[in-house]
Nanobody, 121 residues
Framework: QVQLVESGGGLVQPGGSLRLSCAASGTILSIYVMGWYRQAPGKQRELVAALSSVGSTNYADSVKGRFSISRDSANNTVYLQMNSLKPEDTAVYYC???????????????WGQGTQVTVSS
């Protein structure tokens, strides 16, 4: 069993910053990618940022230059630093882990419960 626990969401004014954290725990054998997705009301879930085990990153065009993903590999934790936030960044942000657990022995996606980010004045 793999658990992802997110923290750091909240209400922020336009132009402000937030830092999201996601700690993975449980029977993790290997991690290929950890990242963040978001889903706004009435829209599909979309990739925000991802970080592979070898350090390569992938960002949505809408957040390039404003958001930064990083990790603490020793603690299986990934962070999303969000700067210059805009109202259109408002969404539920979900942590994602692409990896293998010792119980399933198969590669699959795992999801956190989501954390709300609201950008509003």
């Amino acid at each position: 069993q793999v658990q992802l626990v997110e923290s750091g969401g909240g209400l922020v004014q336009p132009g402000g910053s937030l830092r999201l954290s996601c700690a993975a725990s449980g029977t993790i054998l290997s991690i290929y990618v950890m990242g963040w997705y978001r889903q706004a009301p009435g829209k599909q879930r979309e990739l925000v940022a991802a970080l592979s085990s070898v350090g390569s990153t992938n960002y949505a065009d809408s957040v390039k230059g404003r958001f930064s993903i990083s990790r603490d590999s020793a603690n299986n934790t990934v962070y999303l630093q969000m700067n210059s936030l805009k109202p259109e960044d408002t969404a539920v942000y979900y942590c994602n882990l692409d990896g293998i657990s010792s119980t399933t022995r198969s590669r699959r996606y795992y999801w956190g419960q989501g954390t709300q980010v609201t950008v509003s004045s």
